[in-house]
């Protein structure tokens, strides 16, 4: 009996606390900030299949608050100066994880604002969370066009400021067509009317169908003369690629489009070259502009395409080039290696909210919202369209000029490293056919 | 490439990670058969064993085939000084202690490589990177021949060890009748240790060759590993040898003929398939017995 009514006391004592919780939670929506500190939670994988770019991301995000406040901090309406207090969710690149992670930052750390997300599939697990508390979320990373576009949960808190897959996915699918079938059939005589064979090997996610979607669209709706001999998916996280890389060269393609992490992406052209004498050209997703990529790929990376808006080797010529290489240099002392280009997304969000708590004057989240819906501001380190940081009005999402990379292998360094080769105002150098390049047959 | 080369080059790709699940899976029969426990952390002993020969391989450049042997001799003493402070003291007081105590095991070997070596993917090269070899239609690099050839011979070595030597006779001995053991004067906490010890040395095998053949590793990829394991001596029959090579072969080859055929996402769920099947059929396991 005694048992028993502790056993009901300890029941009514977690109910009071969760009940607490809740009506803490309702509250907190009009907190000002207070003692000077803008607390920004940056949700990323720390741990976990994605850890090496959410490190990356996590370290650029301290980068960023170090400039921040060592340049004063944010000014607030009454004046005063606030500085940003970066507080850290590990995700561990799950679902489960990642919920976890955006319930302390709300409800524990009491963050004003958010930044970060990397996998499409870990963040729209907990998208709710986010439409529940009304707390701004900036996300740098997930790239899946569904964190904005879906209508089943409130996203009005959420702005997209990285490419979605339809973005990037329409961009590389037009490279093909215009630079790689041309080059393809110049070199081998082919006729101009020979339709260029293209492989798909994507990731089994909403970022990996939505690639596959946006060049399935993409062809289709622009008529484009390619031809999708195979398309091969993997589950996130998978090291052994071969088996779908053996279904791909049966199906003799042209070039592989890879829609994956870098942690895949890496030993997919690796396996491909090594193991399955796949010698063909590999076309990757902007995540993979990675220094541990360039370090795992060797050189397998030779002739392989990247698009890009940031890449830790190079940067285009104009406007952003110096801020690139000041912001490389900053996280190189602090951290010993280069950001990447989710780190340079990531090291931006943190100056778009530092930026809309300035502009709204407090950190009132439905005050900062608006502020974020109105935001312009001049680009940081990444080559905007009209050099403005600015969202839509119908899905709040930022533009971005992209452009696409060819790797050369650095006999020296024992690496390939990167130059710019599309567009024609960006490039540094023209697109070439490896010499051990095969095309394929039909 | 033709339809026959084709279906021979996905067999080989399946004997080759049949090889890793084979290696896995054999040592963590081993030490269910003789200590009769659920080791969930098994697949932690694979993740360090590839660690130690990354490490080794990268700062002294010794061939990696030859560091294997090191790496198995430090999981040796690794798996025994496990064996000895966390298995002993609740050996005997329930599977759900050893469940969570396994549990808590790769939380703490998990973490603990992380902080030695960073969570960061890696990978590295093997000496003989790019060089092929003809196997009938194929083009097969050496390494994997090297692999399979290496699995085999560390099969036959502890198929020799459990036949042919007193400590061998022993561990068989105490996996058939414990109590009967002791009755006949086995030290069977002496042959505890040397099974857990062989089992993760075993596990470190498997690190090795997944190393070798150029898969990037961390600290969490132990995990599926272990799962799959699981998968397979029950697959093959809980304490048989012979099952978990042939349940491991069995699960390689269907994993990449299911990710050929169906697609790369029925890699994992078809062992699990081809697993309710046997169990539904056969519950013992393909080769395993009555009242294990």
Redesign the interface.
Known sequence: MKYQVLFIAVLLVMAALIAGCTQQAASQQTTPASQGIIKVGVIVS????A??VG?NMWQSAQVAADKINADGGVTLKDGSKAQIKLIVGDDESTQAGGQKAAIKLITDDKVDILVGGYSSAVTSAYQQTIAEYKVPYIVTGASSPIITHRTDIDTSYIFHHCPTTDTYGQYTTTFIDQIIRPAIAKKYGFAADRPLRLALLYQ?TAFGKGVQTAVNNTITNNKLNIQLVSQ????M????F???L??I??ANPDAVYIAAF??EG??II??AR??I?LNTIFLNVENNDNS?FYK?L?QYGEGAIIESRFSPYTAPVGAVADAQNAFKQAYFIRFNTYPDMMGASTYEGVFIAAKAIGNAGTTDKATVRLALVNLKMPHVIEAMKDQTISFSPDFRESTFDLWMEQLSFNQTLGETRPTIVWPDNLKTTDFTLPSWYTAGSA | MDNIGIFLQIMFWGLYAGCIYILLATGLNLIFGVMKIVNFAHGEFLMIGAYITATVFLLTGINPYVILLLSMLVLIGIGAVVERLCFRPILGTGKLNEIFLSIGLIYIFQNGAAMIWGDAWQSVKSPYDGITIPVGSLNVPIDYIIIIGFTAAILIALFLFLKKTRIGMEMRATSQNRKGAKLVGINVERIDVISFGIGCALAAAAGTLWVVSGQVFNPYMGSIPAVKAFAIIILGGLGSIPGAIIGGLLLGIAENSAAFYLGGVWKDAVSFIILIIVLVVRPTGLFGEKGE
């Open positions: 720390q741990t976990g299949p850890s090496n490190n089994d091969q998916s993997f589950k996280g998978e090291s052994d071969r088996t779908p053996t279904a060269k049966a870098p942690n890496a030993p690796t396996q090594r193991d004498g541990q795992d060797g």
